[in-house]
Each structure stands twice: as C-alpha cells, then as structure tokens.
C-alpha cells in the first residue's frame, strides 16, 4: 500500500514570502498522482494541484507549483507570494492515502 | 450540482449507540469513500467503494459498516459506538481511482462525538 509522510506539522510564511511544504511517499505502482489538498478552518477540502509521475514536468497552479522527485519519492509544494487566504492546513496525497498534514499561518 | 452532501453535520452519541452516516453525490461518481480525520491529523480510510454493490476496507474499518445500493449513496453505519469514534468523518467521491488522475470532491465532514 502506497504510504504519505510529510514531517512539518507547523509552518509559517510571511505575506507576500515564498513557502515550501514537505512531502515524501512510497509506492510500488509504476504510474500514479499526486494530489495536493487545503483545508482551511471551514473544513471543506480543495484540491490544490496534482501531478502525474509520469510525467516530467513539474505542475503548476498560478501562485502553486510542485517539486516531483520521483527518484527521491519527494513531492513538495511551493507557494509564491504567500496570501493571508492561503493559511490553512495543507496535506499531500496519494491513492486514497494522506498525510497528517502541515498548518500553514500566514503573517501580515 | 450539489457535488456530495452529508448528514448530519454534528451527532453527539453515547456508549453504545448506533447511527447511520448519510452521503450523497450526484456526479455519477463510480468511486466513493468513508475517512475520518482526528484532531490536528491527516485523513484515514475507513471504507471505499468502487460502485454500486462493491465496497473493500480500508485502514481502519474495524467498528464500521458501509454499503452501495445505487451510485449516489453510500452510507456509514456505526455499530456499537465507542469513544475512540470520536472524529470528524469526510465522504468523498470521484469518477477513477484516486490515484489514478482523478481528483477527489469531499463532502463538508460530520462531526462526531461519543460520550
């Protein structure tokens, strides 16, 4: 069974600042995605990006972008020009696996 | 569309009672899932399914029932409620496999506690 990590329960950015939030994981299929999902205080879950490991190309979301290791079973999510609506919990993804997720703050 | 719905949003249980957990999606998803998330925590699976009639465990299924009678619903059935039952519970759905390019659409969670 595929397994999720990300080892930063907290992290905090300055408005306007550059972010980066962990993830590794583990799998044994030879294709699959990635999901990056945001849980805000309302709890409702939103998909933020996704990457397929088939493919080369880091994906990108406007203000998000991955960093997809697939050597280093590393999927990290970089936030640029951090918002204040962007302070939520953050939590990667695999097939039907999460992490414990890291809370992001964001300080005006 | 209402995407999936859940009811009730908050159930307070005590030792030992049973309810019934309601999810609903009307995207003519194939795919649906049961997760509970704990206090400051990821999410776990409790139970999925693949379509209707077609249900498999997940990590934690132990105390929980599910079934898939039509698409649309799929419902969680607690038997015999227990303390450590005590969790916020998400019903997601999408139209492949998770892993597989899809996206999943989350209801809004329900919130439970067993006292």
């Known amino acids: 069974a595929q397994t999720v990590t990300q080892s930063q329960p907290e992290m905090s950015v300055q408005e306007a600042e550059t972010v980066t939030l962990s993830c590794t994981y583990d799998?044994?299929?030879?294709?699959?995605?990635l999901f990056w999902y945001k849980q805000p205080p309302s709890r409702q879950m939103i998909l933020v990006i996704r990457?397929?490991?088939?493919?080369?190309q880091n994906a990108t979301e406007n203000r998000f972008s991955v960093n997809f290791q697939k050597a280093a079973k590393s999927f990290s999510l970089k936030i640029s020009d951090s918002q204040l609506g962007d302070a939520a919990m953050y939590f990667c993804a695999g097939d039907m696996r999460f992490g414990a997720g890291t809370r992001l703050t964001v300080k005006p | 569309n209402a995407g999936v719905t859940q009811t009730p949003k908050f159930r307070i249980l005590k030792i030992g009672q049973s309810m019934t957990l309601q999810c609903t999606q009307d995207m003519n998803h194939n795919y649906m899932y049961w997760y509970r998330q704990d206090p400051g925590m990821g999410l776990k699976l409790i139970y999925y399914s693949v379509g209707a009639g077609i249900t498999d465990k997940g990590e934690v299924p132990n105390g929980y029932n599910v079934s898939r009678s039509t698409t649309e619903d799929f419902p969680l059935r607690l038997e015999l409620a227990a303390p450590s039952q005590t969790s916020v519970y998400f019903c997601?759905?999408?139209?492949?496999?998770?892993?597989?390019?899809?996206?999943?659409?989350f209801g809004p969670g329900t919130r439970l506690t067993v006292l």
């Open positions: 990457q397929e490991a088939y493919k080369q």
């Open positions: 799998t044994s299929e030879s294709d699959y995605y």
């Open positions: 997601a759905s999408s139209y492949l496999r998770s892993g597989g390019a899809d996206e999943q659409f």
